[in-house]
């Protein structure tokens, strides 16, 4: 039963391209979503969120899409550096859960030179 | 300066033997967190504790026992360690909820063998 999935396990995206990762989500109590960036053998470190109120939420190079109506989520980075090779985690809060995130298995991302 | 440090990195040890994995915060956050990450690389939680109060308890095998002497600090003790115990574990802190991210440890690799 995988709530939060993403399809792709690996990306990869020449330096200076868009990198563009997907999220798919089937619980539509689902009212908060987050991205997180992972490097070997180093702990998930946050990187970007999104409430559902909202249908896109920008950092700097990091921009985060929400589609309700399809329940996808997209984290859009450009132009990609080789710093952002790393493995890609979204994840989900469900609403009215203060401490329950979901999570999808992770895209990792390469960047070419 | 490390915000949330587990111990230790790695962990090797024999099918049945008790072990303990450590993990400190000096965030000031007020939640902890332990994550199981399998072979299929998908991040699940077990255990969630609220100023020392358990509050997400996972249907992990009662052979892990978390303990929590303090806000700042959640262990994790498991008994009769078996082979699909081997697993990377994630220690993680949050302040009120965590939608503003987790904080995570560099993990633990547990090799049962």
């Known amino acids: 039963d995988q709530q939060v999935k993403q399809n792709s396990p690996s990306l990869s995206v020449q330096e200076g391209r868009i990198s563009i990762l997907n999220c798919d989500y089937t619980n539509s109590m689902f009212d908060y979503f987050l991205w997180y960036k992972k490097y070997p053998a180093e702990g998930p470190t946050f990187l970007i969120s999104?409430?559902?109120i909202k249908d896109k939420n920008e950092d700097g190079r990091f921009t985060v899409f929400l589609n309700k109506s399809a329940k996808h989520l997209s984290l859009h980075i450009v132009p990609s550096q080789p710093g952002d090779s790393a493995v890609y985690f979204c994840?989900?809060?469900?609403?009215?859960?203060?401490?329950?995130?979901?999570w999808g298995a992770g895209t990792k991302l390469i960047i070419k030179p | 300066d490390t915000a949330v440090s587990q111990t230790p990195k790695y962990l090797v040890t024999q099918m049945g033997n008790d072990k303990s994995i450590k993990c400190e915060q000096n965030?000031?956050?007020?939640?902890m967190y332990w994550y199981k990450q399998d072979s299929k690389k998908f991040l699940k939680i077990m255990f969630s504790y609220n100023n020392k109060e358990l509050i997400i308890n996972e249907t992990v095998p009662n052979r892990f026992s978390p303990k929590s002497p303090d806000k700042a600090h959640l262990n994790l003790h498991i008994n009769s360690l078996e082979l699909g115990d081997s697993a990377v574990y994630f220690c993680a802190s949050s302040q009120s909820g965590g939608l503003y991210g987790y904080t995570f440890g560099s993990g633990t690799r547990l090799t049962v063998v």
């Open positions: 999104i409430s559902s």
């Open positions: 994840a989900a809060s469900p609403m009215d859960s203060n401490y329950q995130l979901i």
């Open positions: 965030l000031g956050h007020d939640t």
